[in-house]
Nanobody, 120 residues
Framework: QVQLVESGGGLAQAGGSLRLSCAAS??????MGWFRQAPGKEREFVSA????????YYSDSVKGRFTISRDNAKNTVYLEMNSLKPEDTAVYYC???????????????WGQGTQVTVSS
């Protein structure tokens, strides 16, 4: 099973930007992506991208502000977060899936999570 290590979380002001990275421990052909969990709320899907890089998909709450990308040579997926809002505050988790990441049984691996805090 692939191990996932996130980095890049931290504190940002509203309107600012952060870039998250998630490195897989070995080559993976799985879809890679991100979920987040805010205090007192359920974990929610954010974005995902297939190995080919084509047709990334996003939740409505981040569409137009966040951009996902992937470097297969480094087994790494990135999440560029712009125009951050206080409601983006959450622990962000990297994940892999075989098939759509929107279907929970497809999830194969989880990272430990990285905290993102957006101040108003």
């Amino acid at each position: 099973q692939v191990q996932l290590v996130e980095s890049g979380g931290g504190l940002a002001q509203a309107g600012g930007s952060l870039r998250l990275s998630c490195a897989a421990s070995k080559l993976t052909f799985d879809t890679m992506g991100w979920f987040r969990q805010a205090p007192g709320k359920e974990r929610e899907f954010v974005s995902a991208i297939a190995r080919s890089g084509g047709s990334p998909y996003y939740s409505d709450s981040v569409k137009g502000r966040f951009t996902i990308s992937r470097d297969n040579a480094k087994n790494t997926v990135y999440l560029e977060m712009n125009s951050l809002k206080p409601e983006d505050t959450a622990v962000y988790y990297c994940a892999t899936s075989r098939g759509s990441m929107l279907n929970p049984p497809n999830i194969r691996s989880w990272g430990q999570g990285t905290q993102v805090t957006v101040s108003s």
